[in-house]
């Protein structure tokens, strides 16, 4: 990128930088230009999309020598480190590459699935056969893995018919005698207990049966354009809005733990895509959805297979055919376009990646025509090309260029490659900058960072605590979730299983009130000033939302620092808060809740500010809003930055998992001094309090970790509302503490985490948060 921009000529760069939306044709027109005669552009863009060159293609030899270490560490016992082999191997297994006489997929699949029942996972390992049986149907060990697998999940019936498919198809008698011999093992088994048929279904896609029974109107306004409004009164946690994705790519970090097509977590048994190395998927399923169907070979009719009764021969076609015909499978596969190992879609940006799926989706969908001219309108989705800032205008040309050169060398679409087809790509990246949802996933780890997945509780020593994490884990466009707005104070919560978009009320929405979520930015997290620029670089608009355009408490309090005078309450604020809050049109009013201020007097000092001047905030920077004293905010500001650099070193040895008594202390040292200059709610002092709550938990010190959680949360509901998930996360913490103290108000703080996260959830609380079940359950041993 970097040879590419600086090779462009200076005038080129000025016509481009200056460049609005309608000079597009004909600013990509110049440039394509340039580049076409300038030979290190073709060069890259072969090293880009040339299977030849690619370093994402398939290599047998490199899956030989995987599968060699893999056997290596499986006879020394180490399974972890087996199993990650194995997959690697079938990462770059060509798919029809044999080895000795069987196909290398099938022998992969079967050697992961002999990992995979000696670390017990048992489900993983059934899959893994049957997918060997799906390649290679008289793969004996395939058989006798899968009933081995079977019984232990006390499917005996099926167990019973593996092996007895497995005998048929083995040739030698040694391997007979030791089929014979598990039989025996299993009907004596089968016998003492009573069967058991579960039912282990490859693609347990979440059954998603809870629709929206509200209808949502598209309204415009003048200061946010188009948006969602509620047609009727609708009260807080129902369910607004579902939609799968337009397109969706996965994000860079989260390419080996996540599902490139549906984005939850990987299993151990990952699916690999069938002709790169790059994409890896949690099922069968999700890769055919992702990359099309792969080529397969389906059981012939087998001698082997002709002695077995007609029940076996109708498991035997069953196990081995698959049910993927039956599966409704979208006709238009994301990834298909990306594959034959060039590694375009592995090093150009996401957003890039994600324009060529749009694009290639629309024309396959003939939704575009086929030189593309029609494909900005065809999304009917808002673009701000002529708002970005000049170098950002540049890389766009750049990357829009490069991304239909890659298109058509691996893809050879139809789109011809002009001046208007380049435009057309970076009016859609444009839009997918402003439009683009991030999919977030909520992931609970316990204090030593270890993922706590299974809905357990971690246990290190006697230290048993857990934090809530939101894992950034692809981008998605949607598109008619795009069209809700944006507030600093939402009140619809967006979340997402698999891939599907949910939209649900987190407070009551009277009738014609727009529906608003927050793009990141909220009320009580963040001032406005940073809401606003955050909005501004990231998203390209001013925020006119309400915590954006009226006076509120948060933003007065959240980087406050305190009165110099000890005895008085007020609050002192730094110029560019001051700027920010004068600014804001409409004032504070009585009806800003308050409930939460009650027994404070702090509540009183916007609405003096305001009274005062009839209409505009008086308040000057550096002064006590309630009594009027001068605070040196430059030499508290130098004490406070020291003061952070020491809990940053305490954040170090949380994240390194090293505490020691003196970073502790030295911490406890900074956190007096931020309390000695900060506003007692300002939001850096919550932040220091979470830090040494965490680092208490990890000191094995939790009467000290309750307390300073509790310091933090009491900070947090000044800022937030009673409900806000932020506090509810934080009580997640906290209820863990308490109950490995074996404190009875656990139970409060565990109905407040249920109330809000249903709130948030309705009933998918539990699928999307599994660690509230096992809270809960530890709830009832309190109250029992
Ligand atoms: C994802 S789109 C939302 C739909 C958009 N209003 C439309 O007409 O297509 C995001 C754009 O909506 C506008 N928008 C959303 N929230 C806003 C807010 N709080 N204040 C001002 N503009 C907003 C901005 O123009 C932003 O770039």
């Known amino acids: 990128m970097e040879k590419l921009k600086s090779a462009v000529p200076d005038s080129l760069k000025r016509m481009v930088g200056e460049s609005t939306s309608d000079d597009l044709p004909r600013t990509c027109s110049s440039l394509l230009d ?27 030899d490199a899956a030989l020598e995987a599968k060699r270490t893999g056997n290596q560490c499986f006879l020394r016992g180490d399974y972890a480190k087996a199993l990650a082999c194995y997959s690697q191997a079938l990462r770059v297994a060509p798919f029809e590459a044999d080895d000795m006489e069987t196909n290398l997929f099938a022998t992969l699949y079967v050697n992961r699935a002999t990992v995979l029942l000696k670390m017990n996972l048992l489900t993983e390992c059934l899959r893994d056969c049957t997918r060997a049986l799906q390649i290679s149907p008289t793969h004996a060990k395939a058989w006798y893995r899968r009933g081995k697998a079977n019984a232990s999940l006390g499917n005996y019936d099926n167990a019973v018919r593996d092996l007895n498919v497995a005998e048929s198809v083995e040739s030698s008698v040694g391997g007979k005698k030791q089929i014979e011999g598990e039989l025996k093992i299993i009907l004596e088994q089968c016998k003492r207990t009573s069967s058991s048929v579960l039912q282990h279904n490859e693609n347990d896609l979440v059954a998603v049966d809870e629709q929206p029974q509200i209808k949502l109107r598209c309204v415009t306004t003048q200061d946010k354009g188009r948006g969602m409004a509620s047609s009727c009164d609708i009260s807080p946690a129902s369910l607004v809005h579902i939609e799968e994705p337009f397109a969706v790519i996965i994000s860079k970090q989260c390419r080996e733990t996540h599902c490139h097509y549906c984005l939850n977590d990987l299993p151990a048994d990952k699916v690999p895509c069938g002709s790169c190395s790059i994409s890896l998927y949690c099922s069968k399923l999700c890769q055919i959805r992702a990359g099309g169907k792969m080529f397969r070979t389906y059981p012939k009719d087998h001698d082997i297979f002709k002695n077995l009764s007609s029940d076996l021969g109708k498991y035997v076609a069953e196990i081995t055919l698959g049910n993927d015909s039956d599966q409704d499978i979208e006709d238009i596969p994301e990834h298909k376009h990306e594959c034959q190992g060039v590694h375009w879609p592995a090093v150009l940006p996401s957003e890039i990646v994600l324009a060529g799926r749009v694009l ?20 009917e989705l808002s673009q701000f090309y002529t708002q970005m800032d000049i170098e950002s205008k540049l890389v766009l040309h750049i990357y829009s260029i490069v991304l239909v050169y890659c298109l058509q060398h691996s893809y050879a679409i139809e789109l011809p490659i002009n001046g208007v087809s380049v435009s057309q790509i970076i009016t859609l990246v444009s839009q997918i900058t402003v439009n683009c949802m991030t999919v977030v996933r909520m992931k609970s780890v316990d204090a030593h960072g270890l993922p706590d997945q299974f809905g357990e509780f971690s246990c290190s020593g006697n230290v048993l605590t857990s934090n809530v994490e939101q894992v950034r884990v692809g981008k998605a466009i949607y598109r008619a979730g795009s069209l809700f707005n944006h507030s600093c104070q939402p009140n619809v919560h967006a979340y997402f299983l698999s891939r599907t978009l949910h939209i649900r009320t987190t407070k009551f929405v009277a009738a014609g009130c727009p529906l608003e979520l927050s793009y990141g930015p909220q009320v009580g997290l963040w001032d406005c000033k940073d809401r606003l620029k955050f909005l501004e670089d990231e998203y390209l608009f001013r925020c006119q939302c309400s915590g954006c355009s009226e006076v509120n408490l948060s933003d007065f309090i959240i980087n406050a620092f305190h009165c110099v005078n000890p005895n008085c309450s007020g609050i002192v604020l730094e110029s560019s808060v001051v700027n920010c809050e004068k600014q804001k049109c409409k004032h504070f009013t009585r009806s800003n809740k308050l409930d939460k201020y009650e027994n404070d007097d ?33 030499s508290s500001r130098a004490e406070v930055n020291k003061a952070w650099t020491r809990i940053k070193r305490l954040q170090d040895s949380i994240t390194a998992k090293e505490i020691s008594s003196t970073a502790i202390s030295d911490a406890l040292g900074a956190l007096g001094s931020l309390k000695s200059k900060l506003h007692p709610y300002n939001r850096g002092i919550a932040e220091a309090e979470d830090n040494l709550a965490q680092a208490f938990c990890l000191a094995g010190e939790l009467q000290l970790a309750m307390d300073h959680c509790k310091a933090s949360i009491r900070i947090l509901e000044k800022l937030h509302d009673p409900n806000d998930i932020v506090i509810a996360n934080e009580l997640v913490k906290l209820s863990s503490i308490q109950i490995s103290l074996g404190d009875i108000t656990a139970v409060d703080s565990i109905h407040r985490i249920s109330d809000t996260f249903s709130l948030y959830y309705g009933d998918h609380v539990n699928l999307v948060f599994p660690y509230l079940q096992s809270l809960q359950e530890r709830q009832k041993s309190f109250v029992q």
């Open 360 to 379: 290639v989706k629309s024309m396959v969908q003939k939704s575009a025509t086929r030189d593309g001219s029609n494909l900005v309108e065809c999304l």
């Open 34 to 60: 340039f580049f076409l005669h300038f030979e290190p552009f073709h060069q890259i863009v072969r090293d880009l999309a040339d299977p030849e060159s690619g370093l994402c293609g398939k290599s047998k």
């Open 602 to 634: 702090i509540h009183e000092m916007p609405q003096h500010a305001l009274d005062q001047s009839n209409g505009s905030l008086q308040i000057s920077p550096s002064h006590c809003l309630k009594c009027g004293s001068y605070c040196n905010l430059e």
